[in-house]
């Protein structure tokens, strides 16, 4: 069964820096697709970001392009979701997404496995 653990969200001043981290365990991490996703308080969760299995290949939503990076090391089986450059408007639950194949893209239901969430609070 794979089992992802995303942590690292807190409370940080508007213009700071936050780094996201998924552990992913269960499943070869190297032949999986990861992604993250946000949900803010009374809004449906909205892409953020994803990256293939060999980092090849990435996309960001509008939002945050500029600002987010995500990454992944597979010696720690690990993905990273960096975020610099926070605003208020970025408060919401963060969750990263596994999905079996080289890239999953924007679309949640491309992803089969899901964190648990992390709540990141930006404050103006």
């Known amino acids: 069964q794979v089992q992802l653990v995303d942590s690292g969200g807190d409370w940080v001043q508007a213009g700071g820096s936050l780094r996201l981290s998924c552990v992913v365990s269960g499943r070869a991490f190297s032949r999986y697709a990861m992604g993250w996703f946000r949900q803010a308080p009374g809004k449906d969760r909205e892409f953020v970001g994803c990256?293939?299995?060999?980092?090849?290949?990435?996309q960001y939503a509008d939002s945050v392009r500029g600002r987010f990076i995500i990454s992944r090391d597979g010696r720690k089986n690990t993905a990273y979701l960096q975020m610099n450059d926070l605003k208020p408007e970025d408060t919401a639950v963060y969750y990263c997404?596994?999905?079996?194949?080289?890239?999953?893209?924007?679309?949640?239901?491309?992803?089969?496995?899901w964190g648990q969430g992390t709540q990141v609070t930006v404050s103006s």
């Open positions: 997404a596994g999905g079996r194949s080289y890239y999953a893209g924007p679309n949640e239901f491309q992803y089969d496995s």
């Open positions: 990256i293939s299995w060999d980092s090849e290949r990435l």
